[in-house]
Nanobody, 115 residues
Framework: QVQLVESGGGWVQAGGSLRLSCAAS????????MGWYRQAPGKERELVAT???????NYADSVKGRFTISRDNAKNTVYLQMNSLKSEDTAVYYC?????????WGQGTQVTVSS
């Protein structure tokens, strides 16, 4: 079992920045990829960014150049630095941990960007 706890969400004006954190506990040694996804009202959950244990990152086109994902394997924590936020970034952001045959999700943290 892997438990994920997100933090760092909140309200920010357009153009501002937020940093999300996701701390994993439990069977963390088997986690390969960690990532961030988001779900806006009335929309499906979508990929924001993922990062491998070795640090290889992948981003959605909509956030490239604005968001940066990073990972501290010693702390079992993944971060999402979000800069130049736009109103369309408003969503619940979820952390995901991928293990062979099993994925785990956090409870989500709300990010609201006001224009």
């Amino acid at each position: 079992q892997v438990q994920l706890v997100e933090s760092g969400g909140g309200w920010v004006q357009a153009g501002g920045s937020l940093r999300l954190s996701c701390a994993a506990s439990g069977s963390t040694a088997s986690i390969s990829v960690m990532g961030w996804y988001r779900q806006a009202p009335g929309k499906e959950r979508e990929l924001v960014a993922t990062i491998s244990r070795g640090g290889s990152a992948n981003y959605a086109d909509s956030v490239k150049g604005r968001f940066t994902i990073s990972r501290d394997n010693a702390k079992n924590t993944v971060y999402l630095q979000m800069n130049s936020l736009k109103s369309e970034d408003t969503a619940v952001y979820y952390c995901k941990a991928i293990r062979p045959g099993y994925d785990s999700w956090g409870q989500g943290t709300q990010v609201t960007v006001s224009s």
